[in-house]
Structures are given as structure tokens and as C-alpha cells.
């Protein structure tokens, strides 16, 4: 055979056929060159035009998963929602972390090796009889599974952010008059003038099916998307290995006979596994079931009809869902929401007349001073009325007459005089800290604010992707 292939190569088709198989190699590599499809950029990110590569990503996440227990880490691997929030908290992390390095060479500041080597030393853990102790230092690294450079960048990270950081966290003295003012404004009682008009109170007439129709067209019912699933489940005590790969088999050999064409209910009874069906499950419908959560429906909801999905973990253990039958989002027939659109019409009509007669009292109240059936009543900014009219009695101005409409009724309200509080000492100063902290806290958001502006974070999609997602 290999003196057959020998003697052949020499013959010009064989040449040709060669020369073609040849070009295809130098093409493809040519091809990867021309578009881009090289992996040697493994750039993940910038940070003000800084690339941090693929491997600073897994280190800072290697890093945090070690920070998790044991079933903090399992919970994230069988959660592909908190697995993704997780992944792009490392990112912001990476992003700050940049940010305060390049801020801080920006503005000169340097941290020398001694003054990182005395942090080291003063940690209690990394001691033995009050002095730094190596074997200890040692031991702490190795069950924490960090480096030594891990530890450095660390300390030298948090010096540099108390160096940076150092302006914003100066207390800000709030005055006086600041502290009196919103002390007033929170605990000011206020006399109002309310009349209440109950759409209940009107009564209209029985719609008729013509009136029906045409506030069906006006306020059409639309029913959700519903969907009509099944699902088999191999259960495993997923926080023990040998549990778990007892599961995984059995699982996988559940897997692989809905592949070749089992049904679910058939396989269930093969594998002796839980089988569950499930019919018109919506978003506004969910089914009381364990092992349907938040982000299995959105698993389920992003499925074709007529589709398995592949092996999910969960915590009860390894589930393979189908979506059996799709109903698309569609309007109501008019027979089935014929009892809803009376009432609903009832409702708008008693609201017209509620709000005609409303308007009545408000005129006849700024023509005469007079509120027809109106109450005197005093209120604070939570107590003695709706939220809706105790909103509008501290936003309006003494003297003012207005209506305010609320889930049920509208209220016409004129607002008498204000009575402002008594001073307690013990409730400013508790007002006094509380503006403190939250002037400290405006301050801190819009320091963020400008070193995200400054320095921005762009995403490389493609890198991301292709090794994070």
C-alpha cells in the first residue's frame, strides 16, 4: 500500500490533488489570520485602556470561589443565574480593583515593600507568642489556597485604597439649620379640609352587550403565554460525592435514552425515576412545585415546543424538562372576560360620575370657601389618611384646593395650617448622624460615578463569551 501511495505521488493528478489539500491547510490558517479567529488575544476586558487577560479573570475568580464554602460553590454550579451574577461581580471587581491602581498612579502615591512586610507581620494569624511567625504564614496560605504574591497584592491594594479614598471618607459637619429644617419637615402635622366621593356611591345602569364590545375594543384582555411541560428527575443527595456520581450516571443513562427516542414517561419507569407534568404554566401561573424556580421557568420559557432540554443539576438532583405544548399570548374571547368587563365598565362609569360631581365640590369650594360634606382633620406624613392624600397634603401649599384621586374614591382637599413639632435634642442628634452618613454616602457614589467616567471598562464580547459564558 505505502509503495502504491509512493509510485502515485509522482503522477501529475496526484500532484494536483496534493497541490489543492496543501492551499486548503495554508487557507484555513490564512482564513484564521485574515478574520480573526486566532486565539492568541485573550484579552477579557479593558479598564481605561488597561487589558487584563483572561488569566488575571480566572485568578481573581479562583479567589473568590475559595472565599465560598463547599456548598456556596455547589449552589453556583447547579445555578446558572447566580453562576452568571457571580461571574459578573468578578468582573466589576477586576474593574475597581484597576480603577484604584490606575487613579492612585495617577495621583503619585506608591506603597513600598516595607510598608507592606509590617502590615504582614501585624496580622494576629500570621503570629505565634505575639511575633511573625513563617510556618504560620505558611499554613494560613496553604489551607486558604492563595500565593504569597496573592497576600501582597492584597494588603497593597487596601493601602492603596485607604491612601485614595482617604478624602471621601472625611466626616462632613452637617449645620444646624439643616438638621432643624428636615427635623420640621419630617414631624410637621397639617389641619386639612377632606371630602371623600366613593365611586361606589354612583350607581349606573347594567351594560348592555353593545357597550360591552365596545370597551372590549378599547381595553382588550390578553391571555399569557402558557406552556404545557413534563420533566424527569434522578434524585441525589448532590452535597455527597458518592451520592452525586451515582446520580450522574444514572442520570446520563436516563440522557441517553430520551436521545434515542424513549419518551420521558417511559424512561422514568426504566431508570426508576420522579415523572411530573405540568399544564398551562405561565409567568403568572407557576406551578407548586419545588423544582420549578425562577430560573428553571426561565430555562423552560426560552425552550422550543417539542424540545428536551439537556442534563440540569439542581439541588434535589439531575432533571431533564420537555416542553410539550406551546400557547401562544392571544386576546380573550369576549364570552370568557364577559363578567370581568362588566364589572370593569361598571368601574369607569362610576369613576366619570364620581369625578363630575368632585369637581363640583371644588368649584363650589373656591367660589364659597366651603368643602360640602368636607371633615377637619389633622395628618403627619404617615398617619391620618390615604398615602396618595397625605403625599398631596405636604406638597401642596397652605390655602390650596385640589382633588386627588386614589384606587376607589376622589378626595377634594383644602389645606388649613401647619403645626410644626416640639424640638427633641435626642431625635436631632439621631438626625444628625443619619445625614452624616447619608451626605457620605452621595459623596462615595459620585467619587464611583467619576472613576467609572474616567476610567471606563469596555468588554471583549468575543474573548467573554468564548471563555466565561
Given at each position: 500500500?505505502l509503495?502504491?501511495?509512493?509510485?502515485?505521488?509522482?503522477?501529475?493528478?496526484?500532484?494536483?490533488?496534493?497541490?489543492?489539500?496543501?492551499?486548503?491547510?495554508?487557507?484555513?490558517?490564512?482564513?484564521e489570520?485574515?478574520?480573526?479567529?486566532?486565539?492568541?488575544?485573550?484579552t477579557?476586558?479593558?479598564?481605561?485602556?488597561?487589558?487584563?487577560s483572561?488569566?488575571?479573570y480566572?485568578?481573581?475568580?479562583?479567589?473568590?470561589?475559595?472565599r465560598?464554602?463547599r456548598?456556596?460553590?455547589?449552589?453556583?454550579?447547579?445555578?446558572?443565574t447566580?453562576?452568571?451574577?457571580f461571574?459578573?461581580?468578578v468582573?466589576?471587581?477586576?474593574?475597581?480593583i484597576?480603577r484604584?491602581?490606575r487613579?492612585?498612579?495617577d495621583?503619585?502615591?506608591?506603597?513600598?515593600?516595607?510598608?507592606?512586610?509590617?502590615?504582614i507581620?501585624a496580622v494576629?494569624?500570621?503570629?505565634?507568642?505575639g511575633?511573625?511567625?513563617?510556618?504560620?504564614?505558611d499554613?494560613?496560605?496553604?489551607?486558604s489556597?492563595?500565593?504569597?504574591?496573592?497576600?501582597i497584592?492584597?494588603?497593597?491594594?487596601?493601602?492603596?485604597?485607604?491612601?485614595?479614598?482617604?478624602?471621601i471618607?472625611?466626616e462632613?459637619?452637617?449645620?444646624?439649620?439643616?438638621?432643624?429644617?428636615?427635623y420640621?419637615?419630617?414631624?410637621?402635622?397639617?389641619t386639612?379640609?377632606?371630602?371623600?366621593?366613593?365611586?361606589?356611591?354612583?350607581?349606573?345602569?347594567?351594560?348592555?352587550?353593545?357597550?360591552?364590545q365596545?370597551f372590549?375594543?378599547?381595553?382588550?384582555?390578553?391571555?399569557?403565554?402558557?406552556?404545557?411541560?413534563?420533566?424527569v428527575m434522578?434524585?441525589a443527595?448532590?452535597?455527597?460525592?458518592?451520592?452525586?456520581?451515582?446520580?450522574?450516571?444514572?442520570?446520563?443513562?436516563?440522557?441517553?435514552?430520551?436521545?434515542?427516542?424513549?419518551?420521558?414517561?417511559?424512561?422514568?419507569?426504566?431508570?426508576?425515576a420522579k415523572y411530573?407534568q405540568?399544564?398551562?404554566i405561565?409567568s403568572e401561573?407557576?406551578p407548586?412545585d419545588?423544582?420549578?424556580d425562577?430560573?428553571m421557568?426561565?430555562?423552560?420559557?426560552?425552550?422550543?415546543?417539542?424540545?428536551?432540554?439537556?442534563l440540569?443539576?439542581?439541588?434535589?438532583?439531575?432533571?431533564?424538562v420537555?416542553v410539550?405544548?406551546?400557547?401562544?399570548?392571544?386576546?380573550?374571547?369576549?364570552?370568557?372576560?364577559?363578567?370581568?368587563?362588566a364589572?370593569?365598565?361598571?368601574?369607569?362609569?362610576?369613576?366619570k360620575?364620581?369625578?363630575?360631581?368632585?369637581n363640583?365640590?371644588?368649584?363650589?369650594l373656591?367660589?364659597?370657601?366651603?368643602?360640602?360634606?368636607?371633615?377637619?382633620?389633622?395628618v403627619?406624613r404617615?398617619?391620618?389618611?390615604?398615602?396618595?392624600?397625605?403625599?398631596a397634603?405636604?406638597?401642596?401649599?397652605?390655602?390650596?384646593?385640589?382633588?386627588?384621586?386614589?384606587?376607589?374614591?376622589?378626595?377634594?382637599?383644602h389645606v388649613?395650617?401647619?403645626?410644626?413639632p416640639?424640638t427633641?435634642?435626642?431625635?436631632?442628634?439621631a438626625?444628625?448622624?443619619?445625614l452624616?452618613?447619608?451626605?457620605?454616602?452621595?459623596?462615595?457614589?459620585?467619587?464611583?460615578?467619576?472613576l467609572?467616567?474616567?476610567?471606563p471598562?469596555?468588554?471583549?464580547?468575543?474573548?467573554y463569551?468564548?471563555?466565561v459564558?
Open positions: 500500500m509503495e502504491y501511495l509512493r509510485n502515485a505521488a509522482d503522477k501529475p493528478v496526484a500532484k494536483i490533488l496534493m497541490g489543492i489539500l496543501i492551499f486548503s491547510f495554508v487557507g484555513w490558517g490564512v482564513a489570520w485574515v478574520f480573526g479567529l486566532t486565539s492568541s488575544d485573550t477579557i476586558m479593558r479598564v481605561g485602556g488597561e487589558k487584563i483572561i488569566n488575571q480566572n485568578s481573581m475568580k479562583s479567589n473568590e470561589l475559595a465560598l464554602s456548598e456556596e460553590q455547589r449552589n453556583l454550579y447547579t445555578d446558572p447566580a453562576m452568571a451574577a461571574q459578573d461581580n468582573v466589576k471587581q477586576i474593574a475597581s484597576k484604584l491602581e487613579h492612585a498612579t495621583l503619585g502615591y506608591v506603597v513600598s515593600d516595607r510598608h507592606i512586610a509590617n502590615d507581620r494576629p494569624q500570621f503570629q505565634e507568642n511575633k511573625f511567625s513563617s510556618a504560620a504564614y499554613v494560613v496560605l496553604r489551607n489556597g492563595l500565593t504569597e504574591s496573592d497576600v497584592n492584597d494588603f497593597r491594594m487596601k493601602t492603596l485604597n485607604n491612601m485614595v479614598q482617604t478624602p471618607n472625611t462632613i459637619k452637617t449645620p444646624r439649620f439643616v438638621m432643624v429644617a428636615t420640621n419637615a419630617r414631624n410637621a402635622s397639617r386639612i379640609d377632606l371630602a371623600t366621593v366613593r365611586f361606589s356611591d354612583f350607581k349606573v345602569e347594567k351594560p348592555t352587550d353593545e357597550k360591552l365596545e372590549y375594543k378599547q381595553n382588550p384582555h390578553r391571555v399569557a403565554e402558557t406552556r404545557d411541560i413534563s420533566y434522578i434524585g443527595e448532590m452535597d455527597k460525592p458518592d451520592e452525586y456520581e451515582k446520580g450522574l450516571k444514572s442520570a446520563q443513562k436516563m440522557e441517553d435514552d430520551i436521545i434515542g427516542g424513549d419518551t420521558l414517561a417511559d424512561v422514568a419507569k426504566k431508570h426508576n411530573k405540568h399544564t398551562k405561565s401561573k407557576l407548586d419545588k423544582n420549578i425562577d430560573a421557568i426561565k430555562r423552560i420559557f426560552s425552550m422550543d415546543e417539542e424540545t428536551e432540554s439537556e440540569i443539576e439542581t439541588k434535589e438532583g439531575f432533571i431533564i420537555r410539550d405544548k406551546i400557547t401562544p399570548e392571544h386576546d380573550a374571547e369576549f364570552d370568557s372576560v364577559k363578567k370581568e368587563l364589572a370593569e365598565w361598571t368601574r369607569a362609569e362610576q369613576r360620575d364620581a369625578y363630575v360631581h368632585a363640583e365640590l371644588l368649584v363650589e373656591n367660589n364659597s370657601g366651603k368643602l360640602d360634606g368636607g371633615k377637619n382633620i389633622t403627619t404617615t398617619n391620618g389618611a390615604t398615602p396618595n392624600v397625605l403625599t397634603a405636604f406638597h401642596k401649599n397652605i390655602g390650596d384646593n385640589s382633588i386627588i384621586e386614589d384606587t376607589d374614591a376622589f378626595y377634594v382637599m388649613a395650617n401647619e403645626k410644626l416640639t427633641d435634642d435626642k431625635k436631632l442628634d438626625l444628625k448622624e443619619e452624616t452618613k447619608t451626605s457620605a454616602d452621595y459623596i462615595r457614589a459620585d467619587y464611583d460615578a467619576y467609572e467616567r474616567e476610567y471598562i469596555k468588554i471583549n464580547e468575543k474573548t463569551n468564548r471563555f459564558r
